[in-house]
């Protein structure tokens, strides 16, 4: 019945390099670079002197050109997505005002201008944006339409006498929202606003529009206000913008999906609006894989403070005499420890995505289902990482009591900054019903359109009620009901195989079963609005589930292929703790769906606390292989190797 | 289908008349009081100016006599407890600073004070105390003894030969921390020590102890720290001290449990030290009261912003061409209405709660096991209550989107300020565990030393033998079980007396298995603090099912004696929710202990949306009901009469 475990010998070296992976070198780069930055410098500041260090910091950071890896190497860069995407996650361990403002100048300004821009926009900014001499802007969202980008009101009526398109905020619930970069640097912004040429209306598309003079002065038409204070990330100059009939060349579109000729003529290699407005954004997923490997990142911080706290501190007295360790508690390992195992398998999952994503920029001709897939596993792992860094935040910040309070021991910052995760490139429960749709569609659809009207649509339409008669959704249920033990089989829940093979009956279950009641609704003459309300949260589930699916799958995949024994040994049973206390947590649904027997659901509880026992011995080594200099992490109660401020008689 | 409902015609006002009981007036008071404060001073002002207002503030308040209603007439008070407690859970609507502050001023230091000292202590401070002369601290906590308080390692030893105590930190671990006042404006302290006399210890006892001489300046051997930066309450003034063989007379032992006569002579009216201990910390259940009121409120504003900023804003077109409520999307009434209907549930305990603390106050013959129910249902009620908090106001944020991020919009304070509700007044997880203990002793023993060494010898006792073996624990679950309908049983989930069954039954079975489980663990011969260990988890378990017990049986009571019918029928409904949403949350215990079959399971998730879509007609009243002045929400989107700054065109 022991469940207090002595240390294991683990080498958290051999750990680090399991999870340094590929990407090894980019990212002892940037912790080294990131311990080296003084980040204290940020502490106690005003909010203007804070913006003004975030300013000076990312334009050193990009004229060394760490911040670069991913731009063609013709303008500096290395043409490195996954690198680039490491050295992200990477950084995401120090300031994370600094770590937004870099993800809105190099990822979402820079992007959208190599993304969605031409050569010539290319030649003109991307040396620019590189090296920070132009600061720029990424304005998509607007008050009245922070999730429904596909009907922001910001308009670009093309007028052929001039060659000029005329930028224009209708009224004042179109105008720019939140826009990074706005309230103070920004020099450009690229503007997504509804293009309008002789009357016609051609859906959103993206213009580089200047907001600023060489003074810093707004430009004419241009009106700035800013954000002001936020709960967090105050270092980043959040703003609004409104364009008043706002004059710019027809050079100023970013032509690559879509061009207007000199009298106004409007063309596209992509005929459907809708279509051709996802691929605008699908080239954008790199933001949301960006932000996903962020939030891990904040997790292994949170987690690397409370775990070494709980290896530290005492409290309340054994028989023996002694204090008792913290994480010697129950439920203190019930606290913490599924959220280090998830964190683990969080990290295999956005290695795995970043693979794809790396995979899909060097390919041009990757095919549809493949890049709707990425962009679903994007949307989806964007979610549950960031409500995981939530949640682990938290937890952690509560694990360490009183002294988690203090701002010293930095969960202050960690939560204020990293809360707007949730929000930001997607909210999050608006990224999985996209994530459900594609899941219904089984990706035969462009991704994205998932408001109601589309939604609603399509649930009507034939192509749905082929999806459910005739595709494989239906099928895969069956022949995994087929393997997937019953609930009264008393088989072994350690099976690796038969753990995979429980999230992916209920993935493709859920699935199954949202689809047929959207059917049922439909065929029963509902009101097809109403049905699709009435499913909603189901549909969320259904995305829920397949997204666990796909990270477990990935964990287990990655705990393969490792190649030192003690390793692998300690990180398969912590694969077994993720994916057990998965199963766990959605225990009700296995017992409602004959998977589990009330009886083997209790057992799986027991062997979830045996695993916590295990794990624990291990989590000192899982946490130092998170490699995140005491420097960089900067909390008292969490540093490797301490000074005893406070020694305990 | 429908799930989109129109508003009702409830009545905002009655359903505030219920809400607010007895102490209508005083919270009406406060309210008004509160509205007129101009809370916005505190908007970006240094930390060193928020602490002087706030001070400024409490001084105010205090000498207004507002915060002053729980103490002696004598003194300028009412003696009405329940009624300080309803002003300081209205308070809680506004700056949370200002209310750690009158809870450190008038609820700890003065109800040491109070409920510790005797007349010549009270004919000294209390007055001062409720002017606010004399600022003062309640200094328990030590760096290295935060929950586990019994053993705080400050000594007071008395020194018969000048009829003084020496107060003494012996070690550095053993400082004071995390005081409040202390900082910046104590003047004196209550301070916890164990005290000595002629070498022999008589475990923890409170003194008064000056801290600061007349300039402010630190009293001779007096060190004094400020705790600095903290995540939120910034505006309290949170200090270390250390005391340097410091010397009081005699007089300033709190002697109303213990005195020390001149000759050094130690006499107590309550022999046994352990029940001294915690008769003196029960005295100060007052302050977990207090704090799972405020917690209560602070969820009120958090969905009275979140419920309001759903019912105005839109966001996606439906097939009628007019854009959708956020508040009529199935998810978001997931994510808002559950905690809707669990705050009237906590604010409905927690006023039951108050009228037992009350009738212990006016009664000092109250017996033990009332004392104790109390004492455990003080403590359950708190951590259940500030858990709550925490979740609704993350909840509520993510509901509100980027605006719920702009610091004006509010929940950036409530979060950083109430963050810390969950670890002060006793973590709740060592709260819980004392809730476990009382039940697993059929609060047949004192509440408190729920310390793994006390829990161990209690486990292995013969006293815990006779309650597994004899108590009614175990007559009480087999009568339950015979009422509480079997899984398959399709009896109404809406019949209210069953609802409660099934929450009773899960609270006496949970607690009845954990006892036997301790018991077999001892029985088999395994190490009796590894079997404690084993079992901590479940133990807490215990706790929590009884204390939702409690939760639900204190909402259907006050529920049935509401007389305004449609006020009536809301309330019922709501209580529906929340019984059932409780229920729901954990249907897989339901399941796996025969009480819910699996497709009686899937109806309760049914009927739990139906009622969603019901309550969700109310939403808005049920907030407005909440009665907090726009002035002190101060949410620009959680306003009740909004001047639309953007309208939406």
Redesign the interface.
């Known amino acids: ?4 475990a002595s240390p294991t010998t683990l080498d958290a070296d051999a750990l680090r390099r399991w999870l340094d992976g590929e990407h090894r070198q980019i990212r002892e780069q940037v912790r080294e670079r990131l311990s080296g930055m003084d980040l204290a410098q940020a ?2 500041i005003t909010r203007a002197e804070y913006r003004e260090l975030v300013l000076r910091w990312a334009t050193e950071l990009g004229r060394e050109g760490q911040t670069a890896l991913g731009f063609p190497r013709k303008y500096g860069g290395e043409a490195n997505v996954a690198g680039s995407i490491a050295s992200f996650e990477t950084l995401a361990h120090g300031d994370l005002s600094l770590l937004v403002k870099c993800g809105v100048q190099f990822g979402l300004f820079g992007g959208a201008i190599l993304q969605l821009g031409t050569e010539r926009h290319h030649d003109e900014y991307l040396r620019a944006v590189i090296d920070v001499s132009i600061p720029g802007c990424f304005a998509m ?1 607007e ?6 980008v596909q ?1 922001v ?1 910001t308009t670009a009526t093309y007028d052929a006498t001039t060659q000029e398109f005329v930028v224009h905020t ?6 720019k ?2 826009i990074g970069n706005a309230a103070d640097h920004g020099r450009v912004a690229v503007v997504f606003a509804q293009l309008i040429t002789d009357d016609t209306a051609h859906g959103v598309h993206a213009l580089v529009v200047p907001i600023r003079d060489e003074t810093g002065a707004p430009a004419p038409g241009v009106r700035i206000e800013d ?6 990330l105050q270092g980043v100059d959040n703003g609004r913008l409104w364009f008043d009939r706002v004059r710019v060349p027809r050079a100023a579109l970013l032509d690559r999906f879509a061009s207007v000729s000199e009298d106004g003529t409007y063309s596209s290699p992509i005929e459907n609006p809708d279509r051709r407005f996802f691929t605008m954004l699908g080239t954008l997923v790199q933001g949301r894989v960006s932000v996903g490997g962020a939030a891990i990142s904040v997790s292994k911080n949170a987690l690397t403070i409370a775990v070494r706290h709980g290896l530290r501190r005492r ?6 005499g002694e204090e ?1 360790l913290l994480l ?4 203190h390992q ?1 606290r913490l420890l599924p959220l280090l195992a998830r964190t683990y398998a969080l990290h295999a999952a956005q290695e795995q995505l970043v693979v794809a994503l790396d995979h899909a920029f060097g390919d041009d001709d990757v095919g549809d289902l493949a890049r709707r897939e990425l962009e679903s596993h994007a949307a989806g792992l964007k979610a549950l990482s960031t409500w995981h860094a ?1 949640a682990t935040v ?1 937890a952690c ?2 694990a360490c ?2 002294l ?5 021991n930095r ?2 910052a960690l ?2 900054d990293s ?2 995760f ?3 490139e997607g ?3 608006v990224l999985l019903q996209l994530v459900g749709k594609s899941l219904l569609t089984g990706y035969k659809h462009q991704f994205g359109d998932l ?3 589309g939604m ?1 649509g399509f649930v009507a339409s034939q192509v749905f009620h082929d999806v459910v008669e005739k595709t494989a959704v239906r099928q895969v249920v069956q022949t995994l009901a087929d393997v997937v033990p019953r609930g009264d089989d008393d088989s072994e829940l350690l099976d690796r195989e038969e753990q995979l093979l429980l999230l992916r009956y209920r993935a493709e279950h859920v699935l199954a079963s949202v689809a047929r009641r959207l059917k049922r ?1 439909i065929d029963d003459g ?6 699709f ?5 189901h549909v ?1 589930a259904a995305a829920t589930a397949y997204i666990q699916s796909v990270i477990g799958e990935a964990f287990a995949a990655r705990v393969a292929t490792c190649e030192d024994t003690d390793v692998e040994l300690a990180l398969d049973r912590l694969c077994d703790l993720h994916l057990l206390h998965t199963i766990e947590s959605d ?2 649904w296995y ?4 998977r589990l027997s ?2 083997r ?2 057992t799986l509880t027991r062997t979830v ?1 045996r695993l916590l026992n295990e794990v624990r011995a291990d989590a000192g080594q899982l946490v130092d292989a998170f490699a995140i200099p005491d420097t960089v992490l900067r909390a008292p109660i969490g540093v490797k190797d301490p000074q005893p ?5």
């Open positions: 019945m022991s469940i207090a502490d106690g969202s008050s009245a339409h922070g999730s429904d009907n009101h209708p009224h004042d619930g179109a105008h929202e939140w954000c002001g204070d936020k709960m967090g409290q309340f007295t054994a028989p023996s008792i010697d508690y129950r439920t019930r939530t938290q910040r509560e009591g009183g988690g309070y203090l701002a010293e969960f202050a939560k204020a809360d707007v949730t929000t930001f909210d999050n429960t408001d109601p009207l609603v609704g509902h009101d097809a609005f109403e049905v309300r009435a499913c909603q949260d969320l225990r009700a017992m409602e769906h004959g009330p009886s659901s209790k606390n401020a406070h020694p305990t008689v």
